[in-house]
């Protein structure tokens, strides 16, 4: 049937279903032919709809096209609906009779598309490869557009996806084989199996460094690492096509170098993202980078802060040095903010997809170098840190002079549109232009004397595309024209001619102009090479540019909202005077922030538990402490008067009550796998954040859990916890035992009403005060009022109000939650 059917194609037709089956099932081919893309078949069916283009029918065929000029826009709203779209190019120049040979020039993909207004300026655009190998899960991450390329490899699945959500991969691929089980930690693409073999990926992988081992990029013994590392530039290179020339090299993270934060804490913390936006999240209250590339990096360091005091102290020290010369400091800004995305430059121009501008702002940015090593050196004498950027921030002398030299100083963004390279480069170009420019002069010269020639006033030498220059006369004037003009259209009031001088001239500037288009288009074609021939030593400036960026954006912050240096050392130390949240403290209007202290230690207070009313401050302070606890560790300093922090290596945060309904967990579901998480991963050595754990069951259930937790935390892992909870009864636990101290958020009542303090105290809350925070929200006087008697008449005698009965709840242990307690029953 299908053999019948393909007799019947044109060869065209027979060329596109041989191209189509040579691609994978899921993408759409676009097909050129002369100014379109085509799209045939049932790709023509998914893509019209998406694009909201006409689908029509050819021989029964259906089909849909677009533009070629404008195909940049289609392809991204594919791309975007999670669709990968293969180009079909011609590959011939067309010659009419003969079909012109076509070829797919690539596959462009989410994790790959390098088309600016896809990609956040701001993010990384990752593609990543997962895969099992025995009993490690190996994880490569490449940013195509930068030539990014690292890997990791983690001892459990939990940890490969804290990893996924905190890089956040635009597209991930899976071993065929493994398809099954691991495309439920994201949604994945299945790719051939053979290509995540350790061994012929390892072979791919040295094939593509040209090195013997892969010792060097310290990836010895990471074998599901290099797994998935090698199964990527497969992909890249096979099924998508690319060049990946600027992947130069692969560096490890090493999962316990890091502060592991899960996906939950992650969101729970409001790390990089919130639902109010970018503003109420600490990389929004953090960014003040100059450049994109060191805002991609400080939200990679916001993910991923550091363990090592070294080089915590190393970052401290160059934020201390530029705090104390702030004249050095907003120099330094100023030039970083004269300086683009060299990362994207570079990896678009590797890609041979840069244009002219990119080679403009690339010299433009180079060219600010010298300036900022000046600025650096001064610091860098006694900066080790500094002093480790500036030996990696090479100077580009000679290109930034070539590129300076060679371009124009408003190049057009199209490489085709010419006027791209300055007069006085290149001496052939010199000549086609100004043989060009002669040539117009002179045609703009000939219609001065030929209408005193012919006497014909209103003569006039006109251009179009077909027929080139000409003359025009009108009809009226007609009979006057000279013999040696020669007649090329008649039209209703005018009359057009050529002569053999008009057609000779007009040859040499069209003959000019299009060679010194072609002239241009090579002299691009070659500096981009220059270019690229400096590709290692461009990334690794580009890498420090954006390290020094960060800092100095984090010195900017400290500066504007009196950050402090923190104390730092591996001690289980947690002690800050005057604590503020760093997210608040800038977003505030209508309160001040009220400055807190924390004071914790392993012996007699790890565990802090902490009761007050709603809407007093707990969840705030809690979180305040994690977050300047992780700001210490990326290095920065930190919204107190002081503080005294002793490393942690993870930090959990632990919300109640927050549904998962995407996931389809109930709240409750959700609450414990993430306690459980926590009791399974936390050390002597974590930070824990638990913010009214147990409440997404029956009262006693989750009194009784919260109980347990606590006691677990304090009594066997010894993790510094801080607790805030509505279970007044477990404050009880401070009496039992050495490490657990009580405290509570301050508030006064004004009459009926309640004032907060935001003052963190020593003890338990001596009530909730549920009733005049619900009037607060709104709650109808008549509903406040029925509260406060059931209230006082449960406090009066701990029983229900006649009204409303209900059998009373009995159980009472000493050391236990009082179950029949007034708090119990305002559940
Ligand atoms: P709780 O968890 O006790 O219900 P939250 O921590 O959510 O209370 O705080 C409620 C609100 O109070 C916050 O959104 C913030 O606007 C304000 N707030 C909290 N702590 C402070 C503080 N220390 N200074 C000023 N305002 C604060
Ligand atoms: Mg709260």
Redesign the pocket.
């Known amino acids: 049937m299908a053999a019948n059917k393909e007799k019947k194609l044109t060869p065209m037709m027979a060329q596109y279903v041989s191209m189509r089956r040579s691609l994978p099932e899921d993408v759409i081919l676009f097909f050129r032919l002369g100014d379109f893309y085509e799209l045939f078949f049932e790709d023509a069916k998914r893509a019209a709809s998406v694009l909201n283009v006409a689908l029509t029918k050819r021989h029964d065929v259906p089909m849909c096209g677009v533009p070629h000029h404008a195909a940049q826009g289609y392809i991204a709203k594919l791309i975007k609906a999670g669709i990968r779209v293969a180009i079909g190019e011609q590959t011939s120049t067309p010659v009419p009779g003969k079909l012109v040979e076509r070829e797919i020039s690539q596959i462009i993909s989410a994790g790959t598309v390098d088309d600016i207004n896809l990609l956040d300026d701001t993010r990384h655009n990752y593609l990543a490869a997962i895969c099992q190998v025995g009993k490690k899960w190996g994880l490569a991450c490449a940013d195509h557009t930068t030539g990014e390329f690292s890997v990791a490899e983690f001892p459990d699945r939990a940890q490969l996806e804290d990893e996924l959500k905190r890089l956040s991969p635009s597209e991930i691929i899976v071993p065929d084989d493994q398809a099954d089980s691991l495309g439920r930690v994201a949604s994945c693409l299945p790719y051939d199996s053979y290509a995540f073999i350790p061994d012929s990926a390892l072979i791919t992988l040295r094939d593509h460094f040209k090195v013997q081992s892969l010792a060097g990029f310290g990836c010895d013994g990471l074998t599901a690492a290099t797994a998935a590392a090698g199964a990527i530039l497969h992909y890249l290179v096979h099924q998508l096509r690319r060049s990946c020339d600027h992947l130069r090299g692969l560096s490890v993270r090493n999962p316990s170098s890091h502060v592991l934060i899960d996906a939950a804490s992650q969101n729970n913390l409001d790390l990089v993202e919130s639902r109010t936006g970018k503003k109420h999240t600490l990389l929004g209250a953090l960014d003040r980078t100059s450049t994109p590339m060191g805002a991609r990096k400080l939200r990679d360091w916001i993910l991923h802060p550091l363990r090592d005091l070294e080089e915590i102290t190393a970052r401290h020290d160059l934020l201390e040095a530029f705090l104390a010369q702030p004249y050095l400091l907003s120099q330094c800004r100023d030039t970083l903010k004269k300086i683009r995305d060299i990362e994207r430059t570079t990896g678009r121009l590797s890609q041979g997809s840069g244009n002219p501008r990119d080679l403009q702002s690339l010299g433009l940015s180079l060219a600010q170098i010298p300036t900022l090593k000046e600025d650096l050196t001064a610091v860098a004498a006694n900066t080790e840190l500094a002093a480790r950027l500036l030996s990696k921030i090479e100077t580009f002398d000679d290109l930034v002079d070539l590129l300076e030299r060679a371009i124009v100083d408003e190049p057009p963004a199209k490489l085709t549109d010419g006027g791209i390279i300055r007069d006085g480069y290149n001496d052939a170009l010199d000549e086609f232009r100004s043989a060009s420019r002669d040539g117009k002069k002179w045609i703009a010269q000939l219609q001065e004397s030929e209408r005193q020639r012919t006497g014909i006033d209103t003569l006039k030498i006109k251009f179009n595309n077909v027929f080139g220059y000409f003359i025009e006369v009108t009809k009226a004037k007609a009979g006057l024209v000279p013999e040696d003009y020669t007649r090329k259209q008649t039209m209703a009031n005018a009359e057009r001619f050529i002569t053999p001088e008009l057609k000779e001239v007009e040859n040499k500037v069209l003959g000019a102009e299009e060679r010194s288009k072609q002239l241009e288009i090579d002299e691009f074609a070659k500096l981009r090479a220059q270019v690229c021939e400096h590709l290692d030593e461009l990334q690794s400036t580009a890498d420090a540019l954006a390290t020094l960026d960060v800092l100095l954006g984090l010195t900017e912050t400290a500066q504007l909202y009196s950050h402090t240096r923190p104390a730092i050392d591996q001690s289980n130390k947690l002690e800050i005077v005057e604590g503020r949240?760093p997210v608040?403290e800038q977003t505030?209007v209508e309160?001040?922030?009220?400055p807190?202290d924390t004071l914790m230690e392993p012996k007699d207070a790890r565990l802090l538990i902490l009761t007050?009313p709603?809407?007093?401050?707990?969840?705030?302070?809690i979180r305040q402490v994690a977050l300047i606890t992780l700001m210490a560790q990326i290095g920065a300093y930190v919204p107190a008067e002081s503080a005294h922090i002793g490393i942690v290596d993870r930090i959990f945060c632990r919300v109640g009550a927050s549904d998962d309904l995407a996931r389809g967990q109930s709240t409750f579901m959700v609450e414990m796998n993430e306690t459980s998480l926590i009791i399974n991963n936390a050390t002597e050595n974590s930070l824990v954040i638990l913010d009214e754990i147990g409440r997404g069951t029956a009262t006693f259930d989750g009194l009784s859990i919260a109980w347990s937790v606590a006691e677990h935390l304090h009594d066997e892992i010894k993790a510094r916890t801080l607790f805030?909870t509505h279970y007044h009864e477990l404050t009880d636990l401070s009496n039992t035992r050495n490490g657990v101290e009580n405290y509570n958020?301050a508030v006064r009542e004004w009459n009926d009403d309640i004032i907060?303090l935001?003052k963190i105290l020593p003890g338990t809350a001596d009530k909730s005060y549920g009733i005049q925070v619900a009037k607060l929200a709104g709650l109808p006087a008549s509903i406040v009022n029925r509260a406060k008697d059931i209230l006082s008449h449960l406090e009066m005698n701990s029983s229900k109000p006649e009204a409303k009965k209900k059998p009373k709840a009995k159980n009472t242990r000493a050391n236990m939650p009082v179950a029949d307690s007034p708090q119990m029953d305002l559940f």
Do not use: D
């Open positions: 949240h608040l505030l309160e001040k922030f009220v807190n007050g709603n809407m007093a401050g707990k969840s705030t302070y805030a958020v907060f935001r």
